[in-house]
């Protein structure tokens, strides 16, 4: 498709690329220029078109903003000076709150504690009732005799031989048999003891909490009368102080964006320049793509015309050749759009067909050789880019030369016509499996040779390639 478009030199891709550049660029002139044009009547206006007259006011305002946080400094400094009587009243409140800090900290840590020693004592009672339910089952079946196994009811009876072992499972007992009752007796009376040290802890721990609660709360009380205290020493003076600071402030934070303000006008007449100088840049990349855009256009309606000649020249190849099922009443049309060839029987188009319905892989080779004598002969006389050589592989494939004669010798007169005529600047190469000679009255440059695999006399094409 793009190789066609080239040739036909067809292609509105381009244009569109070309014309939303030329907008893009008349847009981007035309908001330089009203811009330019608004600061250069901003500045008039002013009194600001020159940049000597904004440095003068620049001095001005740089001399003002100087004096003015000589006059900050000073009262700071006097601020400073007048309020150290109340460091001693800051430092106490940060060791206060410092004091606070360690408190809350040692409140967060014994609660997490108490949490943790309630919940073990939880586990030790738990385990405690545990151990006196095992103590119980195990006394209920110490004197059990079992004849059958409790769990799949298979006889056990016979599998006990020792009358000192297990009923159920068959362990050696010995002599002495294990008394549980004493064993359950010890760990009961452990458990009590550790339950009664974790409540005691527990109880310990509570109490410390309670205390350090009160002794967090009355910190917290003190340091609050402090920063009231220390408010109201600083309060009387500072109402003061601040309105005279902020009354500098202002001054100081007006001057200085006085300043900003004028070292950016500064800068506007050299950006005026420049982007006056940018639009007509502009301007001069405007006028070549004007040419550009005009050149496109006429070489799209050129195209049209070389398309229209490629169908025609196609459809009389088609006809001279004898291509099956193709008539001088037919119309060839070539989609513009995917470029496909397309053949309208009687110029009816809901009867089309093309390359790929053609049939038989013969019609097929000779549909797809006809275009590309078409296309080298309308791009010879029109002389457009393309190589100066056509190759062609078995243009009579499944084209017998004794059953399709008026075929076979309406090709390769055309092509010998062809190549004598308005393609004799076009070298020809053909590989096939039957050809005729030219007619004598053609003079051409004509070269014929046998191909084979096993004959040195006539070599392949290839000599390197065997096939596959």
Not at 59 to 85: I, P, V, W
Request: hydrophobic residues 35%; contains cysteine; charged residues 30%.
């Amino acid at each position: 498709r793009e190789v066609l478009k080239y040739i036909l030199q067809y292609s509105t891709q381009k244009l569109i690329e070309l014309e939303e550049r030329l907008h893009d660029y008349k847009r981007i002139r035309f908001s330089k220029i009203s811009t330019a044009t608004g600061l250069r009547e901003f500045l008039r206006k002013f009194g600001f078109s020159t940049e000597t007259e904004i440095d003068k006011q620049a001095e001005t305002t740089r001399n003002k903003l100087k004096a003015a946080r000589e006059e900050k400094k000073r009262l700071e400094s006097g601020y400073l000076k007048d309020t150290h009587s109340s460091d001693q009243l800051r430092a106490n409140i940060r060791k206060l709150i410092e004091e606070i800090s360690t408190k809350e900290q040692a409140i967060n840590d014994l609660e997490a504690r108490i949490i943790q020693q309630e919940s073990l004592r939880s586990e030790l009672v738990a385990t405690k009732f545990k151990l006196a339910k095992s103590s119980a089952i195990a006394t209920i079946f110490l004197g059990v005799d079992f004849d059958n196994c409790p769990s799949c009811g298979t006889s056990i009876k016979s599998r006990i031989t020792q009358v000192d072992n297990c009923k159920l499972c068959g362990s050696d007992l010995g002599h002495e048999k294990p008394n549980l009752t004493d064993q359950s007796e010890v760990i009961q009376s452990d458990l009590n003891d550790r339950i009664k040290e974790l409540e005691s802890s527990i109880d310990f721990h509570k109490k410390a909490l309670s205390k350090t609660k009160k002794e967090f709360s009355a910190k917290s009380t003190k340091r609050k009368e402090l920063d009231e205290k220390l408010q109201n020493e600083l309060r009387q003076y500072e109402s003061i102080f601040l309105s005279n600071i902020r009354k500098i402030d202002q001054n100081v934070a007006t001057l200085e964006e006085r300043m900003k303000g004028l070292n950016r006008l500064k800068m506007m007449p050299v950006e005026i320049s420049k982007l006056e100088t940018d639009a007509a840049e502009i301007y001069k990349k405007e006028q070549l793509l004007k040419e550009q855009i005009l050149s496109e256009k006429q070489n799209i309606v050129k195209g049209e015309t070389l398309i229209d000649d490629l169908e025609e020249t196609f459809l009389k190849i088609l006809t001279e050749i004898g291509v099956p099922g193709v008539t001088s009443e037919d119309k060839v049309h070539i989609n513009r759009k995917t470029w496909d060839v397309m053949i309208y029987p009687k110029g009816e188009a809901y009867l089309s067909w093309n390359f790929y319905n053609a049939g038989s892989g013969g019609k097929k080779t000779l549909f797809n050789s006809c275009f590309m004598f078409a296309l080298h002969t309308v791009a010879s006389r029109n002389n457009l880019p393309i190589p100066s050589f056509i190759i062609i592989d078995t243009p009579m494939k499944n084209i017998d030369k004794e059953v399709n004669q008026d075929i076979f010798r309406n090709f390769y007169n055309y092509l010998y016509d062809l190549a004598s005529s308005v393609l004799n600047n076009t070298q020809f190469v053909i590989i096939d499996n039957n050809y005729i000679q030219p007619p004598l009255d053609i003079k051409l440059n004509f070269y014929d040779r046998y191909m084979t695999n096993d004959d040195p006399s006539f070599p392949p094409l290839l000599k390197h390639y065997t096939g596959a």
